[in-house]
């Protein structure tokens, strides 16, 4: 369990939530801020994606040449490449629900630490909404196979 | 007639330092483990059957370094986390469904899509990223402006 891999991906977790954190994605106000475009807006989030795709832009397409990873036998890249109605559903729902709390998963799950229970509360619903669509999913598939 | 846009708040370096840290995160993560730093899906792949035990251990471990991560982050630096955001149960509990379903939906989320998705110059992810933004600017404007809540 504790290997070159697992501890990588901590470290890896550690700096992303830092980077979050240092970011300002933690906080509500900036992200309602960002989308606020009308009002008072605050273009920082512009510059925390800007500034992440300054570094992976240039730095994927170097990484996914290469025949593997260092640590990991494989890539595993998504192959889905069609854009169905779940693509579009989803990131509307999605867009929706992160400006109504001002949470993206990431910065929701770093934000446990304040232990505020309306963080829980919000991770809570998240996983349940995981949950809720995985589910309506394998009850579609058992109903088409039947 | 006039139209401006009123600028406030915008911290430029520290929004620009922590992109650029969160980029290196998951450069790390592709270049060492090959995957994709999407938080939606590895926190996903965690807790349902998806996936096998290594791959699920990989992804636990990450979320525990970036719990670790907001810990730090709550210490050392309280006023970026949603300390400073007045939140509400009802506003918490619909976002977050909303999130979850979504993000499930849609197989990914900001950092799924929106920084590696977009670096894998994906077309999904272009498209997920302009509709999640054009959604968020939309319901943003009717609750702060037609509805008159928070902002």
Known sequence: ?146 | MVYYIVIENFTLIPSLSGGIIIGLSASLLMLFNGRIAGISGITKGLITKEHSNNEKYWRLFFLIGLLMGGFIISITMPSMTAKSSKLHPIQMIISGLLVGIGTSLSNGCTSGHGICGLARKSTRSIVSVIIFMLSGFFTVYILFHVLGLGG
């Not at chain 1, 994606?49 to 397409?61: C, D, N, Q, R, S």
């Not at chain 1, 809570?124 to 309506?136: P, S, V, Y």
């Open chain 1, 1 to 146: 369990m504790i290997t070159k891999i697992n501890l990588l991906s901590l470290f890896s977790g550690l700096i992303f939530s830092i980077g979050l954190g240092i970011s300002g994605m933690m906080n509500p106000n900036k992200v309602q801020g960002f989308l606020d475009l009308s009002g008072r807006w605050d273009p920082s989030l512009a510059l925390v994606m800007g500034g992440a795709l300054l570094v992976t832009f240039f730095i994927y397409p170097l990484i996914i040449k290469r025949k593997e990873p260092i640590f990991e036998e494989n890539f595993d890249l998504p192959k889905n490449k069609k854009i169905d109605k779940n693509l579009l559903i989803g990131s509307f729902l999605f867009g929706i629900g992160s400006a109504i709390g001002g949470l993206c998963p990431g910065p929701a799950l770093a934000n446990i630490a304040i232990l505020n229970p309306n963080i829980i509360l919000f991770v809570i619903a998240m996983l349940m909404g995981f949950f809720i669509h995985t589910i309506a999913v394998s009850y579609l598939l058992n109903k088409s196979i039947k």
